[in-house]
């Protein structure tokens, strides 16, 4: 399916019915996570990956019962990391050195700007980190509408909770928005058949 | 092309050609930004195309000389809302009506969540509207390299600077990220042919 028709064809489902996701669909939507560009190409998140029942329904009343959180077939919780560590930019220049073949020492002037970056306060560099995961999770929703999976964006959760239950704060994370990923019940959602509201091209763009 | 390998094709080139990108490229690119989610539909952001060669070249060094940004074809400019009015809330309201054919009294509670989020301070919506820019940043990402354009994502620019240029205090935004489309100049551009680092999904990833 092409973009621009996953794109008219998605919405955000305010019902789902149930039925699983095949895990082959949903490798690939993870794959377009793990694909997504981000600054310095540093991808400064962790993608919780949740197919477990009770998980779910424990994680219902942290997000104001939207019940998505259960009907869907996995949901996924992007989490941010809560600050940048000299180790983190370590692991990643070895990566990429690995990666490229190259050694550390011809990357010393780039990890020096990640240092730089990693430099800033932990609530800015969490700012930072939690627009990154914005991007891997805007990639999330336009692979599941590809894939003809629906996909509810929410950003509406308690967040503190959330990383209390999934135990992130050890793990250096914070939650910062939900997917549920599951299939739309078109008789019981509300949503299922009304017209996208978008502005105007004219309104949206400024052509100079 | 299919996203996968559009995002297997994509990355963030370093040098450009100056090759003009079709007009129905860029058409198609911008439909995808205009159809993509944001939260509540909000939409709280303006996008600048420029193609303007004066002003491109005005833009340079604001953007620390990252020639990309004269050596593409067009320059798009993401810029948030830098607040949210009361007035903003009554647009999108009145535009959801005459799309949906409802009236605006039925829409009297989804008003009353907006307008609570609009009684946040500027500079907590501001936070929140640039998040959302990030999702259309990212679907222009992905759009892009379904239609074998190439796209480097900024964020290393001197925003107040761009702000006052291209006069965006007055209309209430403010500029979040940048993204020159045009075409790779595959020989002179060093990171052409570096294979992509990404961390392994079982990094990326928790499954539970």
């Known amino acids: 399916m092409e973009l621009l028709d996953a794109l008219q064809w998605r919405y955000a489902s305010k019902k789902m019915n149930g039925q699983k996701v095949p895990e082959e669909k949903i490798g690939r939507i993870l794959e377009a996570i793990r694909l997504a560009p981000s600054s310095m190409g540093l991808q400064p998140y962790t993608v919780l990956v949740i197919s477990d029942e009770e998980l779910k329904k424990q994680i219902l009343p942290i997000a104001n019962n939207q019940q998505q959180v259960v009907d869907a077939s996995h949901l996924l919780v992007f989490a941010a990391w809560d600050n940048i560590t000299p ?99 078109t008789e019981n ?11 105007e091209k004219e309104k949206l763009f400024l052509i100079r």
Do not use: C
């Open 87 to 185: 180790e983190q930019v370590d692991d990643y220049i070895h990566l990429m050195a690995e990666t490229r073949n190259v050694t550390e020492e011809s990357l010393a002037q780039f990890k020096a700007a990640l240092l730089r970056i990693a430099g800033r306060t932990p609530e800015e560099n969490f700012q930072w980190t939690a627009r990154q995961s914005y991007i891997a999770f805007a990639t999330a929703i336009a692979a599941a509408a590809e894939e003809q999976v629906d996909a509810t964006p929410m950003e509406g959760f308690n967040n503190a909770a959330l990383d209390e239950l999934l135990n992130l704060k050890a793990k250096g994370l914070r939650s910062v928005t939900l997917l549920p990923l599951g299939y739309r019940d």
């Open 189 to 199: 959602d509300w949503l299922a058949k009304s017209p996208k509201v978008r502005r």
